[in-house]
């Protein structure tokens, strides 16, 4: 092999090696660079942090007997949702009936009304509470079933009819 063949290999392994030097030390440095920046960016995220946290969550616990974490789970699981009181006949009709009621609105007789009232208190109180839990549709308007409000229960219903009623005698 001459001198100058020799030259060339010894530069061009130099260079190779001068090459993967620099890719190794790339390789090695970028995550060390990147990581804190990308973890301040990702942790300033309270929303993909939250997110994060939702998806790390145990799905259950085991509770050991004698442990103060069982006593606190049983506390938390014994203790019964709240239940809403029933909404006395003013409220409801405040919520849900003095839209159509309270303006007259699609045929529906205002409270108080005495002359539009008294016809339909004549078909009795048992029809009237029908008309109101399962609707009706008449020759004046319609009466959509609970007045549209399907959360409300039969007894809220009635106590609604009977204020209704007590103010348009």
């Known amino acids: 092999m001459s001198t100058t063949d020799q030259q060339f290999l ?4 130099l260079v190779i ?11 090695i440095a970028a995550p060390m660079i990147a990581s804190p920046v990308q973890r301040a960016v990702v ?9 994060v946290n939702e998806r ?20 938390a699981v014994a203790a019964p949702a ?7 006949g003013p409220q409801v009709f405040n919520q849900a009936c003095n839209a159509c009621h309270g303006a007259g609105i699609a045929g529906a007789p205002k409270l108080g009304d005495k002359a539009a009232w008294a016809p339909r208190i004549a078909q009795g109180v ?34 609604a009819v009977e204020y209704i009623l007590s103010q348009s005698k």
């Open 17 to 27: 090696g001068i090459l993967i030097a620099v890719g190794a030390a790339l390789a």
């Open 43 to 51: 942790a300033d995220i309270a929303m993909h942090q939250q997110q």
């Open 126 to 159: 048992a029809t009237l509470n029908k008309h109101a839990l399962e609707g009706f549709q008449g020759q004046q308007g319609v009466m959509p079933a609970k007045g549209g409000f399907v959360d409300l229960s039969d007894a809220e219903v009635t106590a």
């Open 56 to 75: 790390l969550r145990p799905f259950g616990r085991v509770a050991l007997t004698g442990e103060a974490a069982a006593e606190e789970h049983s506390a």
């Open 82 to 88: 709240p239940v809403a009181a029933p909404l006395s």
């Open 10 to 13: 010894d530069q061009f392994s």
